[in-house]
């Protein structure tokens, strides 16, 4: 009997579970499971918590105590570093590269690992739920994508842009900002007084619709990442309750595709947050030349 009810559950996890889990789709919003001192903890903010202690816990295996001679685990890292290092530091230039190096590497590996995330096994397919017509169908999954859930991504943009903010103002200064946003980008020698003071109120106008965008930049952020993970989460899903008969084999090539867009959306938000900061720090080969 223990072995008939043991065979039962393992096809229940394995088999009937993504179906049924599919075919209740995902949820625009977060599961809560509980509040802790008023703050709802949420199946969203439990795998980011999971996903953080992992990368910290993978880099300190692999790395542990840094030699001069590197071990395989840190010639891994090191190659990631150098890799990164190599893409971004001619985009926020030299300067600025190794004060803002944490964050931007950051925002890609914790990224990158939370977008894979939706493709363990589990993810949406264990939690809380019933049987219902022999399937048991999951209405409350316990593992969620930290950036399927808007609050992760808006978090992310948020954070970004008030460290941008910070680079700016440390390594360029007030007045660098001012003369970029609104400054006069043409010679004032080669140009007729008339024409240079007709562009100059041009740059102003364009300085307040560079504003304009700045003020817009995290809602592009938090939306363009979310989108993505989360069309991408309900595209699987769909894929697994589309056709019963096949859905061991169906969802395949999805698979593949949104480990390709894991890693696109990663580098995207990257390279956004650091062309935000080049755009303003990095001027050190116009001003040599």
């Known amino acids: 009997m223990n072995l008939k009810i043991l065979a039962k559950v393992i096809s229940l996890l394995f088999i009937t579970l993504p179906v049924s889990a599919a ?4 949820h625009l919003k977060a599961d809560s499971f509980f509040n802790f001192m008023g703050l709802p903890i949420t199946n969203s903010m439990i795998t980011s918590w999971v996903i953080s202690v992992f990368i910290i816990i993978l880099i300190r295996v692999l790395v542990g105590t840094p030699q001069l001679i590197p071990s395989k685990g840190q010639i891994i ?7 990164l290092r ?19 590497s950051g ?8 977008n894979w995330s939706g493709l363990f096994p589990g993810v949406g397919t264990i939690g809380l739920g019933s049987e219902v017509d022999n399937h048991f169908s999951v209405s409350k999954p316990l593992i969620r994508p930290g950036n399927a859930d808007i609050n992760m991504t808006l ?21 660098a ?4 946003w609104f400054g006069n980008k043409a010679d004032k020698k080669e140009l007729h007084l ?55 084999i169906l969802p395949v090539p999805f698979y593949f595709m949104e480990v390709l867009i894991g890693l696109v959306q990663a580098l995207v938000f990257m390279l956004l947050v650091a062309v ?9 080969e116009g001003e040599e030349h």
Not at 107 to 114: A, G, R, V
Not at 177 to 180: H, L, N, Q
Not at 276 to 284: A, D, P, Q, R, V
Request: a neutral charge.
């Open 155 to 175: 978090a992310l943009a948020l954070v970004s842009n008030l460290l941008w903010a910070y680079f700016i103002v440390k390594y360029a200064g007030i007045k």
């Open 86 to 104: 190599n893409i971004l530091e001619p985009i926020v230039g030299k300067r600025v590269f190794f004060p803002s190096f944490w964050l931007l």
């Open 194 to 248: 008339l024409m240079y003071a007709i562009l100059s109120i041009i740059f102003i106008l364009v300085g307040f619709i560079e504003i304009l965008s700045i003020v817009f930049r995290p809602v592009s952020l938090t939306f363009r990442l979310f989108g993505n993970v989360f069309g991408g989460e309900s595209l699987l899903h769909s894929m697994f309750y589309l056709v019963p008969q096949i859905n061991w």
């Open 276 to 284: 935000y900061i080049g755009l303003i720090c990095n001027h050190e």
């Open 23 to 26: 075919g209740d789709g995902v």
């Open 77 to 83: 890292i090191e190659s990631i570093v150098s890799g």
């Open 177 to 180: 900002i001012i003369k970029d």
């Open 107 to 114: 925002l890609f590996i914790f990224i990158i690992i939370q």
